[in-house]
C-alpha cells in the first residue's frame, strides 16, 4: 500500500494539525487496526457540513462494451450489435441492455454521456486518458509503464487539493493498482509531475491476484487466449481479526491506554 505524504499543500504550507487529530491518528497503529475499522470509524463519524459532492469512478479496465451496456445499437447488424437486447428504462427514448434492469428502473437518477470520446486506439493510452482527464499524451509517455513525465492521476490531484476528512486523505482507490496480465503496470494511475508524494492512496483490498483480464470473475477470459495466472473470487473488505499475537489481554490494555490518552 502506498500512503501519499499530506504533510504539505502544494503552497509548500504545514497542514495544521491539532492534538486531538494527532492522538486519533495514532491510535489507528496503537489498536491494531486495520483499513475496514478505520473506514468503519469514518462512516460513523458526523458528516461534515460542507455541501460538496463526493465522486466514485468506476473504471472498467477491459470490460462492459458500450453496444452490451447502454448503447445497444438493435438495428446494427447482427456482427455488430452484440448478442444482448435491448429493454426500456424509466426514461422515455432511452434503452439499455437487458442484464441492467436496477439501472434502468433508476434512469432518473442517472445520465448518459454520449460525447465522451477519445482518439486513440491504444489500450495503455487510453487507461492514461481516462485516468487523468488529458486527452493529450505527455510529452516521454511509453506504453510499457508508468513515467516521472506522465499527466497525474485526477484522484492525485484530488488528493492533493482537497483536505483530509476524519483524518483520512480525501481520494483513495481501491481494490487494487491496475497491472496488465504481462505484469506491466497500466500508466496513468499515479502522480507523474506532481511527484511520487501524491501517488494515490491505494486501498489493495483484492482477494485475488492483481494481474487483470475480465470484468467479473464468473466469466473471466483472456482476449489473446493466455492462461489465467491464478482463480479469481469476489471482491472482499479486509480481514477483521486481530493482528497475529494482538489477544484480549493486549488490546484491553491499549484501550485503557487510549482512554487515558483521550482524558
Known amino acids: 500500500m502506498v500512503v501519499p505524504q499530506h504533510s504539505t499543500r502544494q503552497t509548500g504550507r504545514p497542514l495544521a494539525v491539532n492534538r486531538r487529530a494527532l492522538l486519533q491518528a495514532s491510535s489507528i497503529g496503537l489498536l491494531g487496526l486495520g483499513m475496514n475499522q478505520v473506514a468503519a470509524r469514518a462512516a460513523a463519524s458526523p458528516k461534515p457540513s460542507s455541501r460538496a459532492p463526493s465522486v466514485i469512478y468506476i473504471f472498467l479496465s477491459g470490460g462492459l462494451a458500450q453496444h452490451d451496456s447502454f448503447d445497444m445499437k438493435p438495428n446494427a447488424p447482427a456482427n455488430i450489435r452484440g448478442e444482448f437486447q435491448p429493454i426500456d428504462t424509466k426514461t422515455p427514448g432511452i434503452q439499455i441492455c437487458e442484464h441492467l434492469p ?17 482518439n486513440s486506439n491504444d489500450h495503455s493510452a487510453g487507461h492514461h486518458i481516462m485516468l487523468t482527464g ?34 483520512l486523505p480525501p481520494a483513495a482507490v481501491l481494490p487494487d493498482r491496475l497491472i496488465h496480465a504481462t505484469r506491466r503496470v497500466i500508466p496513468g494511475q499515479f502522480a507523474g509531475i506532481m ?17 487483470t483480464s475480465g470484468a467479473f470473475p464468473d466469466y473471466e477470459f483472456d482476449h489473446q487466449d493466455r492462461p489465467i495466472a491464478r482463480p479469481r473470487t469476489r471482491f472482499e473488505v479486509p480481514s477483521l481479526s486481530l493482528p497475529e499475537g494482538l489477544g484480549p489481554f493486549r488490546m484491553a490494555r491499549r484501550t485503557r491506554l487510549l482512554c487515558a490518552l483521550d482524558r
Open 134 to 167: 488529458r486527452s493529450d499524451l505527455p510529452k516521454g509517455f511509453r506504453d510499457t509503464g508508468p513515467q516521472p513525465s506522465d499527466w497525474p492521476s485526477m484522484t492525485s490531484v484530488a488528493g492533493a487539493v482537497l483536505p483530509p476528512r476524519n483524518n
Open 102 to 118: 436496477r439501472l434502468a428502473q433508476r434512469s432518473h437518477l442517472w445520465a448518459l454521456c454520449r460525447s465522451l470520446t477519445h
Open 195 to 211: 511527484g511520487s508524494r501524491h501517488d494515490p492512496w491505494f486501498i489493495e483490498a483484492s482477494p485475488f491476484s492483481a494481474v
